[in-house]
């Protein structure tokens, strides 16, 4: 029997628990399990760091969620990247990266991957043609998407390039966190692993760090798990308890956060101080088409360019009262940050570098009308 994916949200991987009955997955929060004789582990666990049961029920969930074999909870979201990139690629190997992904993943592949011998090359991921053109056969092990990309919510077409990777004998990664598996599930158009920062919509309160891979490939997944305990970056027992509180609730906070972005969007498509809006549910927005193939709704991130430039765009983030001015995403309240000396200044000066006059929004599930205000008298 298949169900819905609210109903996956709130039941994959949590049935009570068997003992007491408890509704609620409990928090095992133990490093280690008696053995009931030397190599007898009570149902396979005999130490936290390869496998716990909180850990496993919000496993289980985000696969479900996925559409997947295999997912693997992690200490952050650039844990699982890591561990994705030591588990697939050696010395020697290449990627593909998109011109416009999250400051830290560039770090990532540009700062600690390459010293170890990893290449990669910048391509924009909402040209299929340039994504082909950028895949060197033979060495390149992944071409790695966002889609919509952060900051820029530029949109990628999964399954083309899915076709363009695969014919080259690469894997396709998707980073799904600003969509979330409510909106999009790359694993169903032809992606091979899926990253997760889940510290953004998936655990949804901005009250914990966590990431996660997905894969409906039982082989690739069990080389990631095995990766997963060789190297330790696992997601601790009470992270994964309150992602999973936060995931039961994913599928109604992202359609307030879709309802709220697509207003908040609206509203700044028609003020003067604002030079371009950059949201995918836009009909003018050059990805609308392919976003709405591939995605439910067009998700709660909307970023804008301000008129009068960079101290515009600075004045603007610090002058708004309900939006929140931080780092990060996905949470039920709003945030407001400038990415250029924010959540991207490790991108400076390089092919990753964002127009200096840009503001992202995270648009959260308050009263709309208040969000509007808010922006209205930021905005002046
Ligand atoms: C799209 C995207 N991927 C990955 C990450 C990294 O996740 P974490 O901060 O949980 O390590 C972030 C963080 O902002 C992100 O926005």
Redesign the pocket.
């Known amino acids: 029997m298949t169900y819905g994916f609210e109903t996956l949200a709130i039941h994959a991987g949590q049935k009570p628990e068997p003992r007491t009955g408890a509704v609620v997955p409990p928090i095992f929060q133990t490093s280690t399990y008696a053995q009931d004789g030397v190599g007898a582990p009570r149902e396979g666990y005999e130490y936290s760091r390869s496998g716990n049961p909180t850990r496993d029920a919000l496993q289980q969930c985000l696969a479900a969620l996925e559409a997947g074999h295999t997912a693997l909870a992690f200490a ?3 844990a699982a990247e890591d561990t994705l990139l030591r588990t697939v690629c050696q010395p020697g190997d290449h990627v593909v990266i998109p011109d416009d992904a ?1 400051g ?2 560039y770090r990532l592949f540009a700062r600690v991957a390459q010293r170890w011998g990893v290449s990669w090359t910048a391509a924009k991921v909402s040209d299929v043609d340039a994504v082909r053109a950028a895949i060197e056969p033979g060495r390149t092990k992944l071409v790695w998407l ?1 889609t919509p990309t ?1 900051p820029l919510l530029g949109i990628a077409d999964i399954a083309a390039l899915a076709t363009v990777a695969h014919d080259a004998g690469a894997r396709l990664v998707v ?1 799904n ?2 969509a979330s598996p409510y909106l999009q599930q790359p694993l169903v158009l032809g992606a091979d692993v899926v990253v997760h ?1 889940t ?2 919509y998936v655990g949804g309160h901005s009250d914990v ?3 996660a891979l997905v894969t409906a490939d039982a082989e690739l997944g069990a080389e990631l798990a095995y990766h997963q305990n060789a190297m330790g970056a696992i997601n601790g027992p009470f992270d994964a308890w309150l992602t999973l509180r936060g995931v039961k609730t994913l599928g109604v906070r992202m359609d307030r956060h879709c309802d709220n972005a697509e207003r908040v969007a609206e509203f700044l498509t028609r003020h003067k101080a604002v030079a371009q809006v950059l949201y995918p549910g836009l009909p003018d927005h050059p990805g609308h088409e392919t976003a709405a193939k591939q995605m439910r709704r067009f998700g709660g991130m909307v970023s804008f360019r301000a008129t009068g430039g960079e101290a515009h765009a600075v004045e603007i983030c610090n002058r708004t009262k309900v939006f929140v001015l931080a780092e ?2 996905g949470g039920v309240e709003s945030l407001i940050e400038h990415p250029g000396r924010m ?1 991207h200044a490790s991108a400076a000066g390089s092919p990753l570098e964002v127009p200096a006059d840009l503001v992202r929004l995270s648009v959260g599930i308050e009263t709309v009308d208040d969000l509007l205000a808010d922006l209205a008298q930021a905005l002046g």
């Open positions: 952050s979201g650039l999250y830290g993943t966002e952060n980073d966190t600003f920062s510290t953004k760090v966590g990431g990060s995403l959540t």
